[in-house]
């Protein structure tokens, strides 16, 4: 099943850049797909952290993270720009 690319995430414009790339989805809600995303090893709790993006302009963005959009609820992933890739299951994101 193909992410929709009207729906939207939530992505930390800021860190862009930085590594590893962290992501989570937790439940769809709204005109979310659940899906949170960050550069870097720090996480902020602020409520500014994450900003609204369409999926579709992930691409143009971010585009390493977009076979991993897929992934149900529940999900993590961490990457790197040198081929590192771990997927896991986080059943508190549910």
């Known amino acids: 099943m193909e992410a929709d690319s009207k729906l939207k995430l939530g992505i930390a414009l800021e860190t862009l850049g930085k590594e590893p790339i962290n992501g989570l989805r937790h439940m ?15 996480f902020s709790e602020a409520e500014d952290f994450f900003k609204p993006l369409h999926v579709e302009h992930l691409k143009e963005v971010l585009p390493s993270v977009l076979k991993f959009l897929d992934l149900a609820p529940g999900h993590r992933f961490l ?15 549910i």
Do not use: A, H, K, R
């Open 28 to 42: 769809p809600e709204n005109q979310t797909n659940g899906w949170y995303i960050w550069c870097g090893t720090e």
């Open 79 to 93: 990457i790197d720009n040198n081929g590192y890739e771990d997927v896991w299951f986080d059943e508190n994101l």
